[in-house]
């Protein structure tokens, strides 16, 4: 069974994504002063009284904006209610009760929900601030008086929500879940990928590019298996970045290349590629991860029977320091190719997860060694002794040699390639590590 849900809400610039970030003891949603700077609904989870609880950080709700970007936040916040076992309704001692606490409290009193009424910034130990009786006033209940700076409350907020969880049941154990990271240039179409994917509009979509901001989780299961998606905010030049917040997105789309089993690197079709979405590729290159390169918009291409092939040339050129990765041309829009999206994403998992044994390497090996013979120099020639494979994710092979000198990449390359020719490896790279027999003695 799928963990509680808890969701957290409120108006903007109240401490939420403090709040969410000291519930489960990690910095995963952005912290600044300025409002509005978490949009999505972000997924992370904690543990009380030994129970294992998923929190949902949301965006700031303002209920009469008509920014668009503030009305998304708000159907982001909406969504979370919906999907929510309880509410932590989070209010600011330092502002008192203003006009949006009241309508964000009609609204969560009109969802049905269980609601904890949470008021923040209560920094000082001892008696509460007298202002903090007025929040009696919302009829949500008792408030809670929490600092989620310093931690003061949280237990006893977490005490309110455990009386409202719906009874434990026996938990199902689940398949491994696939992590993807989609990454890409802003406006690439990263978040139309993951709402096309989901069905709904899990990710704010705008022509406004940096809109997504922080990683985004998203758990989807189908005939392919499970996954987790992860939308990141848009990777843009460093000498593009001047704000502070897009430089800790960056930090989080990094974070979340690391703890990826593969990344899609999403091209916009129209734009073409530029030499930062190589760069882009080269940080998941770089990581070791397994790769899919998938040009979006290919609806909104003009084509003849030609361009595809001429398009997949421009692409072997620009990313030919990765050439494993394989070429997807999908519509996020359309859902063109999706359902191949997957298939392949099952495939380079498959692939960066791939142990050979040490016996059938070392007989590729001599089959290799006897069709190219190893490289001399002075007349001293290159033995490899054998191979052996020390560690997937990605594939990694120790090559034990006479002389690391003598051992030049071309032959590395050759060996290379004759691995993938035998075992696939479509979408991973593969690493070699070159020991030489006498260091292996020491």
């Known amino acids: 069974m799928a963990l509680p849900v808890v969701a ?14 000291k519930l489960i003891g990690e910095r995963i949603a952005i912290v600044d002063d300025t409002p509005g700077v978490t949009r999505d609904r972000i997924f992370g989870q904690c543990e009380w009284r030994n129970r294992q609880i998923s929190v949902i950080d949301t965006g700031g709700i303002e209920p009469y904006s008509d920014d668009i970007i503030l009305k ?8 979370a209610i919906e999907a929510s076992d309880v509410i932590i309704f989070v209010t600011d001692l ?48 008792e408030p809670i008086g929490v600092s989620s700076v310093h931690g003061h409350g949280t237990g006893d907020l977490l005490d309110a929500v455990f009386e409202y969880l719906p009874p434990e049941s026996e938990t199902e154990e689940q398949e491994d879940v696939i992590k993807v990271a989609v990454i890409g240039r802003p406006n690439a179409g990263k ?35 499970r996954f987790r998606f992860t939308d990141t905010a848009g990777l843009r030049r460093k000498s593009k970045v001047d704000d502070i917040i897009e ?16 990344c899609v690197i999403m091209i916009d079709a129209v734009t073409g590629v530029t030499e930062q979405d190589t760069k882009i590729a080269g940080l998941a290159h770089d990581s070791g991860k397994a790769c899919i390169i998938a040009v979006n918009k290919w609806d909104a291409v003009e084509k003849d029977d030609k361009t595809m092939n001429e398009y997949k040339k421009k692409l072997e050129t620009e990313f030919s320091f990765m050439s ?7 519509s996020a829009k359309t859902g063109q190719r999706i359902d191949r999206l997957f298939e392949l994403i099952v495939t380079v998992v498959n692939n960066t997860s791939m142990r050979i044994s040490t016996g059938v390497l070392n007989d590729l090996l001599a089959d290799a ?8 120099d002075k007349g001293r020639r290159l033995k490899i002794m054998y191979v052996t494979q020390a560690s997937v994710k990605p594939p990694t092979f120790v090559f034990f040699v006479n002389n690391q000198e003598l051992f030049h990449f071309s032959y ?14 479509t979408g991973t790279p593969i690493h070699f590590i070159i020991r030489e027999r006498d260091s292996e003695k020491k």
Request: glycine share 8%; with cysteine.
């Open 94 to 141: 330092k502002s008192g009760i203003v006009a949006t606490d009241e309508e964000v409290a009609a609204m969560l009193i009109k969802s049905g929900r269980p609601v904890v009424l949470c008021v923040n910034k209560c920094d000082t130990v001892g008696e509460p601030d007298p202002a903090f009786y007025e929040f009696y006033n919302l009829g949500l209940g």
């Open 72 to 79: 998304q936040m708000r159907r982001q916040a909406e969504l």
């Open 191 to 225: 978040s139309s990928l993951i709402n096309k994917i989901t069905g709904e509009n899990r990710c704010i979509v705008s022509n406004i590019a940096g809109t997504t901001r922080d990683s985004i989780d998203t758990d989807i299961e189908n005939k392919h298996g």
């Open 8 to 21: 957290i809400v409120g108006r903007p610039n109240v401490g939420k994504s403090t709040l969410f970030n």
């Open 412 to 425: 590395q390359r050759y060996l290379e390639n004759r691995i993938r020719d035998t075992f696939g490896m």
């Open 247 to 262: 430089k800790y997105s960056i930090i989080r789309a990094k974070m979340a290349i690391e703890r990826s089993d593969v």
């Open 324 to 330: 494993y990765a394989p070429f997807l041309f999908i």
């Open 369 to 376: 060694v006897a069709r190219v013979q190893p490289p001399t």
